[in-house]
Structure formats: structure tokens, C-alpha cells
């Protein structure tokens, strides 16, 4: 099995909501990403968690929450987010962290925030 | 700090045509390079990943080779489809820092 499923495909939500994004991913990898991509933009990297710990924090804003739960899982809790915030938000994982592996991606979270 | 070009930012061409898109990196410290391609408002999908290691990788009508010292990597389409319309990124696996940067894409559409 060589695929990263996220859940939800689509989420509106009010700039006072809480939410969460979900990345699975059965392929033994030991190294989970988060990557926001804007609209005609490259995908930007938020975080990395490497062995259920988050080793790459790229400076976002605290109203984006990572959580890896297990090896398998992670998170991505929303809270207060703004309408700057929309975007496609897409989990990718490989079988170590940095540039030395693979990446894998999933099909992304369309994010509106209204 | 890694900077990563994809040149052209566009280009159309007639079905059946042999192209060529490029990427450059100015730190060639990498392990990596991965193409992938990318469907209006859809996820990434692997095309091929070329170890530093590598000079090049092929998959049926896809060749993508990679000059680390000159810092370039070409992506080689054959006999172009009008299915192959997507958005192409390089993504350049690096060796220091963050060691994961994209380009900007190169936007393809083939004409039938």
C-alpha cells in the first residue's frame, strides 16, 4: 500500500471554529509532513514530524496545531483561523525525514474560511 | 540558502510533440530530486525521483536527468497527449536546512 489518505476532501469553516485535518498513512514511514499550497503556488512546508516528534516548526502561526498520534497519524488542529488561511493543505510522508527520502503525498484538504 | 527555478513558467504545445522542462538548484549539496505532477485543485502525483547518485531515470514516455554539479535537472516528455496538461514541480531533496524546496512550476497544456 503506497497511499496517504486525508479526510476531510473539502472543509468550510467560520473563522471561529475549531477543526482538524487528517493524514493516514500504512506504509511503515517513520516521517510526516504538513504543507500549505496556495492557489498557483508551489506547496509550502509547515511542519515535519520525524519518529512521532515534530522536528520542523516553519515559523506558523499558532492557530495551526500538529498532533502525531502514532506512527501512522497525524493531525492538524485549526482554531481562529483567518480567510488568508484557505488553501490546499497537503500531508506527504516518507521513510525518513529531510531531503534524503522519497515523498509521498496525499490528494490534500481544500480549506475555506469564511 | 536553496533557490529552486523551473523555467519555462508556461508553455503550450501541439499533441504529439517532444518537450523538454527544466529545474535548476544553486546549491548542489542534494540527495534528491523528485518530479511530480500536479492536476488543477488536486494532490501530487510522483513521477520519477533521481538519486544524486544518478544521471538519469526513465517511465515509458517520461525521461528526467540530473546534472548535480551544474545544478540542473531536465524533465524530457515524449510524443505529448493532451492528458498530459497538468502543472509540473521539481521538488530538490537538499542536504542542509529546511532540505525540502519546490519549484515554481511549469504549467503544460497540449493541444489536440
Known amino acids: 500500500d503506497t497511499e496517504v489518505t486525508q479526510t476531510p476532501k473539502h472543509l468550510v469553516m467560520g473563522m471561529t471554529n475549531k477543526k482538524s485535518l487528517k493524514c493516514e498513512q500504512h506504509?511503515?514511514?517513520?516521517?510526516m509532513y504538513w504543507y500549505k499550497q496556495k492557489a498557483k503556488k508551489p506547496p509550502e512546508l509547515m511542519f515535519v514530524y520525524s519518529y512521532e516528534k515534530l522536528s520542523i516548526n516553519e515559523s506558523v502561526p499558532s492557530r495551526f496545531s500538529p498532533e502525531c498520534p502514532n506512527s501512522s497519524l497525524l493531525n492538524l488542529h485549526l482554531h481562529a483561523l483567518q480567510p488568508e488561511d484557505s488553501a490546499l493543505y497537503l500531508c506527504?510522508?516518507?521513510?525518513?525525514?529531510?531531503?534524503?527520502?522519497?515523498?509521498?503525498f496525499g490528494p490534500g484538504t481544500r480549506l475555506t474560511v469564511t | 540558502k536553496q533557490e529552486v527555478t523551473q523555467i519555462p513558467a508556461a508553455l503550450s504545445v501541439p499533441e504529439g510533440e517532444n518537450l523538454v522542462l527544466n529545474c535548476s538548484f544553486t546549491?548542489?549539496?542534494?540527495?534528491?530530486l523528485q518530479w511530480f505532477r500536479q492536476d488543477p485543485g488536486k494532490g501530487l502525483t510522483s513521477l520519477l525521483l533521481?538519486?544524486?547518485?544518478?544521471r538519469e531515470q526513465t517511465s515509458g514516455r517520461l525521461n528526467a536527468s540530473l546534472d548535480k554539479s551544474s545544478g540542473r535537472s531536465t524533465l524530457y516528455i515524449a510524443a505529448s497527449q493532451p492528458g498530459d496538461s497538468a502543472t509540473y514541480l521539481c521538488?530538490?531533496?537538499?542536504?542542509?536546512?529546511?532540505?525540502?524546496?519546490f519549484g515554481k512550476g511549469t504549467t503544460l497544456s497540449v493541444s489536440s
Open positions: 506527504a510522508s516518507s521513510q525518513g525525514s529531510g531531503g534524503l527520502y522519497e515523498q509521498y
Open positions: 506504509m511503515g514511514h517513520r516521517a
Open positions: 546549491d548542489s549539496a542534494i540527495y534528491n
Open positions: 533521481i538519486q544524486s547518485s544518478q
Open positions: 521538488l530538490v531533496g537538499g542536504q542542509a536546512g529546511t532540505a525540502l524546496i
